[in-house]
């Protein structure tokens, strides 16, 4: 069973940044793609980026093509979304898992973008 713990949200001005990690454990962490998902209020949870096992990203959301990255440590079993001029649309809840989504969600953390 895979356990995935996300941190690294706060309260951001719009404009501002944020770097979000995902610790995994489990030793298929470095085989398998991984997704950064997130959750509006009253909205269904989105994937916003994909990573391949090799690293290869794609966005599916486009109105966070060019201001997010996802990029992953297989060695740390650790992967990242640093986020880059935020808008108030990215409020959210994100998630990591596994892309597909499989087995249990972690906690999530709070994004929030407000002046």
């Known amino acids: 069973q895979v356990q995935l713990v996300e941190s690294g949200g706060g309260l951001v001005q719009p404009g501002g940044s944020l770097r979000l990690s995902c610790a995994a454990s489990?030793?298929?962490?470095?085989?398998?793609?991984m997704g950064w998902y997130r959750q509006a209020p009253g909205k269904q949870r989105e994937l916003v980026a994909r990573?391949?096992?090799?690293?290869?990203?794609?966005y599916p959301v486009d109105s966070v093509k060019g201001r997010f990255t996802i990029s992953r440590d297989n060695a740390k079993n650790t992967m990242y979304l640093q986020m880059n001029s935020l808008k108030p649309g990215d409020t959210a809840v994100y998630y990591c898992?596994?892309?597909?989504?499989?087995?249990?969600w972690g906690q999530g953390t709070q994004v929030t973008v407000s002046s």
């Open positions: 489990g030793s298929i962490f470095s085989i398998v793609a």
């Open positions: 990573i391949t096992s090799g690293g290869y990203s794609t």
């Open positions: 898992n596994k892309d597909p989504p499989y087995g249990s």
